[in-house]
């Protein structure tokens, strides 16, 4: 691989510092640690090991958090229930519903019902329509981060074609919102699985951002020669010549290093700032109250 | 020309006559005529031209307007109060505050302060939002009228390369949002001031949508044969020739519809769906309380 390796875990190691540091700060203006509520409905094995891991992250930051567990039955209304009680709970900054929700539950109802104030997944209307605005609130996590790890590159992004694959509230749209924003100035395409001809989208980018939730698409003919690529994506597929019989992937073939300028690898490159994000914004919700 | 005109007054005449009898529908079941509420601050001579005209509309197709106009030395209080009396008129459906608002008034302060259940212009973060997340509750008008008329003639989005140029809250980015939502699924690309090659980004599109506020900015040479054009931009510019010593000009320069295959003319294009569409959040906010 020629590209350089965007380090996500040390440039979220160094993050989280940032906020431990900064979550004391606040703990001694408020008189109590930064808190965050984590809602998890059901069973699904991926969300409680994300649940555990922000959990994890948290307490290494000094931020409390709560764990709310919900069975796969639960009911909207009862779900609707519990976001309300931790809404009105004055000792709690930031709260999230760990996606996804069970079938019965409409993921955009949720998203309506948390208090727009600890909504530091920024996926309330009111915090997407304040993104969109150019005064954000809470930045989603995820292309919060990978736009941190494009700055700690320096890697410019004014005036340069930028391409987002995927256009999902919680990665594809917020992260074209934020690559177009005034300061951060990018051409930005949005190319999703409607579009024709992907291909030759990702070909123009100078900064490529994969969020198709495909393993292994984005192949190195789709890449511009030294271009910086940000590869959200994360699969386990089947490899028996690991230990454990597979392996994680993103949605951009590790052969894309041998093209692209900056690579961003997985595990290890987006996943990490996610979390270090969501510590932020949390730290932020409560650094506000004082 | 070449290109086939798209003609916004025959367009916007059609849906304005929809909406005379949704009115009417409306008005039987809520008891009493849909009605919209303008306020106006100082005295922009084009804002009054506009304004003028949202009330001739609506008087033409059975929509109550109240005018309410404040001194341009108006401050932000005085404006706040004026706006929350009308949010809390039971009789007003929707209610838009015209733009410019003079420098002393932050517009970004005033979007929010209008209730989002009358926000008929869609500026509201929490509309923005819902309209981001896939989910509109009003759609911006210039936006809106611009997607009618590409539907109008038929011109096909799927899969197509659409770009905007500009990227304003009021047109730029909700028609971006628009274009690349499910359904319509355009790639979108948005261009702005800052990007470095407008000229080459603008030939890649097959829908050209130009709100950059530059009289004539888009030549020919700047778009693909056969692309749809949609021009924004409205500019009143010197021309001795004419009786009245000017003439009004759009964003795209005249010869572009020697190389588009569909072109809409200013005026006469985009600016009359912009108050039909006006009428139409008009009329369903009225019928939401049906």
Redesign the interface.
């Given at each position: 691989m020629t590209a350089i390796r965007i380090d996500g875990k040390v440039v979220a190691q160094r993050r989280r510092e940032q906020c431990r540091v900064e979550a004391s700060r606040v703990a001694q203006s408020i008189g109590r640690a930064p808190a965050l509520a984590v809602v998890l409905v059901g069973d699904d094995p991926a969300s409680h090991v994300y649940v555990r891991n922000k959990h994890r992250a948290c307490a290494e930051a000094g931020v409390d958090t709560h764990d709310v567990r919900l069975p796969d039955s639960c009911s909207s209304r009862e779900l609707r229930a519990a976001v309300e009680r931790i809404n009105e709970d004055d000792t709690i900054d930031g709260l999230l519903v760990q996606l996804p929700v069970p079938d019965a539950i409409d993921p955009?109802e949720v998203?309506g019902w948390i208090d727009p104030s600890k909504d530091v997944d920024g996926l309330?209307?009111?915090?997407?329509?304040?993104l969109?605005?150019?005064?954000p609130r809470f930045v989603p996590c995820t292309p919060a981060g990978c736009l941190e790890l494009l700055r700690e590159y320096d890697i410019p992004t004014?005036?340069?074609e930028a391409v987002v694959i995927g256009?999902s509230?919680i990665v594809g749209?917020p992260m074209?919102?934020l690559l177009?924003t005034k300061g951060v100035?990018a051409?930005?395409?949005?190319?999703?699985s409607?579009?024709?001809?992907l291909k030759e989208?990702c070909q123009r980018a100078d900064i490529l951002v994969v969020a198709a939730g495909q393993a292994e698409m984005v192949e190195p003919d789709w890449v511009k020669p030294g271009a910086a690529v940000i590869d959200v994506g994360i699969h386990r597929i089947a490899d028996a010549s690991r230990p454990r019989g597979s392996r994680l992937v993103g949605d951009v073939a590790p052969a894309v290093g041998e093209v692209a300028g900056h690579l961003t690898p997985v595990p290890g490159g987006v996943g990490p700032m996610t979390i270090a994000m969501l510590l932020q914004n949390t730290v932020e919700a409560a650094g506000r109250k004082a």
């Open positions: 955009a998203r309330h209307p009111e915090n997407v329509g304040l969109a605005s150019g005064t004014a005036g340069r256009r509230l749209r074209a919102t177009s100035d051409t930005v395409t949005m190319g999703h409607r579009s024709g001809n989208i």
